[in-house]
């Protein structure tokens, strides 16, 4: 009885840390936190890149994509713990894509998932296009009827268009910019409300005896032809040169054949 009595305390002891281990359930905070500060870094053509703020006693990150912002987003990647960037390559010119980050801890059946991040809606490089809406039309928060509409706009309206998406029913979108009462807008619209509109060049007439055409925008460049006073030339651009003056970049024709490059604005005259 007395050994008994001695070693109660210690016996009870054992008894309610197995109990714990055992019984009572595991602290949240071993999960993960949320991923922050999910960005776009360098994009190309047909590349993104991403990165985020990066979390200590993890085991990874797991990257996911959807074409649509609200569509089924499908894991692209595993990430090592120690890298908190990716680089999602092979993807189409002019075209958004959405990205959301978590982390987890752990392998097999004892994973744990830390909370996803904000979606992130990132776009390939393509040359902005000008395009016109064919009637009344709402600019959205998102691609997709259900999301908020930002305003409307009438047909006619100069939009600039950044790039394509879709929305999760496969409907293609534009994502677009355009003033409406001297604000910036940015926003979505169905992309068969929208006509493209072709960008018309100016003609211009030189107005020296003899100027000359050079290979870049400067009084000291190469030059790489002359024209006479009256030949017609087609305006493709302007551009600032070295000394701050205005120079233009032309395309005329001479001998039958077709030519680019600088001329003085001075001395041609926009027809």
């Known amino acids: 009885m007395k050994n008994t009595k001695k070693y109660f305390p210690l016996l009870l002891g054992l008894t309610i840390l197995l109990f714990t281990l055992t019984v009572l359930p595991v602290s949240a905070a071993s999960s993960p936190g949320k991923i922050q500060k999910l960005k776009t870094g360098v994009t190309t053509h047909n590349s993104i890149n ?4 990066s979390q200590s006693s993890i085991s990874g990150y797991q990257v996911y994509r959807s074409s649509a912002y609200d569509g089924k987003y499908k894991l692209l990647m595993t990430i090592h713990p120690q890298i908190h960037a990716f680089c999602n390559r092979n993807l ?3 075209t958004e894509y959405y990205y959301k980050v978590r982390s987890f801890t752990g392998s097999g059946k004892n994973i744990r998932y830390g909370k996803f991040s904000n979606i992130l809606a990132a776009h390939t490089k393509a040359a902005t296009k000008k395009a016109v809406p064919t009637t009344w039309v709402n600019i959205r928060k998102h691609a997709g009827t259900k999301h908020p509409v930002i305003t409307s706009i009438g047909p006619g309206t100069s939009v600039s268009v950044i790039c ?3 929305d999760k029913s496969g409907n ?3 994502r ?6 001297g604000k910036t807008i940015k926003g979505y619209i169905r992309s068969n409300l929208l006509k493209e509109t072709k960008k018309t ?3 211009g007439t030189v107005t020296a005896y003899l100027l000359n055409i050079r290979k870049y925008p400067d009084a000291a460049s190469t030059i790489i032809g002359t024209l006479n006073r009256g030949q017609k030339v087609t305006i493709l651009g302007t551009k600032k040169g070295s000394s701050g003056k205005t120079w233009y970049y032309i395309r005329y024709t001479k001998n039958g054949r077709t030519k680019k490059g600088y ?4 001395y041609i005259k926009i027809s």
Request: charged share 20%.
């Open 172 to 174: 293609s979108w534009r």
């Open 263 to 266: 001329a003085s604005t001075k």
């Open 164 to 166: 394509t998406t879709q």
């Open 92 to 94: 189409k010119s002019g």
């Open 50 to 53: 991403l990165s985020w703020k």
């Open 201 to 203: 060049n100016k003609t």
């Open 176 to 181: 677009i910019q355009c003033s409406v009462n």
